[in-house]
């Protein structure tokens, strides 16, 4: 059974950091791409960075040069190193795990920003 389950998110006033984790099991963490999306109340779940199997990653526009993605085969665990916060990045945060076996989600973990 495959399990991802992210932790990390909290509070946070606009011009920290966080970093969330993804620890992934019952899956060949190697061979999957890992992905970070959000979902902010009444919007849709967005692209927030990959990384894929080969190291390969891809940012979107709103979060480059802030939010950095990496993974650790080892352990099975991709992170999120997100900085310079704001209050528009406040959303839950999901990590997604694809490949030709098929895609999985963790069940979020809440980012809010604010003073």
């Known amino acids: 059974q495959v399990q991802l389950v992210e932790s990390g998110g909290g509070l946070v006033q606009p011009g920290g950091s966080l970093r969330l984790s993804c620890a992934a099991s019952g899956l060949i963490f190697s061979i999957y791409d890992m992905a970070w999306y959000r979902q902010a109340p009444e919007k849709q779940r967005e692209l927030v960075a990959i990384?894929?199997?080969?190291?390969?990653?891809n940012y979107a526009d709103a979060v480059k040069g802030r939010f950095s993605i990496s993974r650790h085969n080892a352990n099975n665990t991709v992170y999120l190193q997100m900085n310079r916060l704001k209050p528009d990045d406040t959303a839950v945060y999901y990590c997604k795990a694809s490949s030709s076996y098929g895609a999985y989600w963790g069940q979020g973990t809440q980012v809010t920003v604010s003073s």
């Open positions: 990384i894929t199997s080969f190291g390969g990653i």
